[in-house]
């Protein structure tokens, strides 16, 4: 797909799609040029990726088709139809094209991000070995990973009970990595296990540190409800809860910050409370996995 790209380039060029305009116009001047070239796979690719912009999956799935028929080796347009056939919940067959884009991929680093996309589809789909096993394939193209890579096995293992596999995980990833992301997983890995000895230094010198100290007043409120020191403990998630108060703004809330204000007050007896978080965090947009986590916590 390569030979005409350079000629692509400069016709989008000419016709002002590349640089200021939106996806509408892009699509536009696209759609132009595809009339005049209508096998041309480059201009299909693009288009097909600016639809995806829009969330126009259907459209974008139709451009992917066309250029796979005459491309059946493209690894990259496979994963793209893929996502398009799961954004529209076509999930049996986004698998059976994930698993095409992962034969197609190169060993590696590009193998192991395609694998880890399956995953995270069989983690959707509750298949937790499967999902298990192909993070370990993942890791096997590529030992050293990828910040969501770890994230990713982390969430399987929490969701199969394996407590401890989840904790040495995130703090290998931490520390082949070096990531504050990683690091914080691991700290919150570390609790939800009760391993509270090797994270509260890491939690003290955070609050010490700190100008926003919600967060990590969560987590030492958690450690010290786990350590029996429960008056201690639900002090610190008041003040966490008085903190978030603050800083989440009545028009406009922070859905990150809904739910760690969630999570407080359920951990100091406010459930309805939390739940009012919850409904809040979903309607701003929340991350899925974590208003999940908490929805589960809350129970029905």
Known sequence: MKTGAA?????LLVAGAVGHHGPEEVIAELTSLVALRPGDVDLLSRRATEY???????????????????????GAETESLARVLWAQDKRGEAMRMVRRAVELAQPGRERGAVLILKAEWELA?????????????????????????YLLRGRVEEQMGTWRERVAGLKAGYEALGSVVLRNAWVDASIDAGMFAAVTPVIEAEL?????????????GRVRLGTDAKEEGWSDLRAAIAELDRRIHPARPDAKLLVDRGWAKLWIGEAAAARADLVLARKHGGDPWETARLAGALGP
């Open 52 to 74: 995806r912009a829009l969330g126009m999956h259907a459209k974008a799935e139709a451009d992917l088709r066309r250029v796979i028929l005459v491309h059946p080796e493209s």
């Open 208 to 220: 010490e540190r700190a100008r926003l100290k919600s967060t990590w007043l969560i987590r030492r």
């Open 7 to 11: 000629f692509i380039l400069w016709l």
């Open 125 to 149: 789909r509750d298949t937790l070995n499967a999902a298990m096993r192909t993070c370990q394939r993942a890791f096997e193209e590529d030992p050293a990973g990828m910040v969501d890579w």
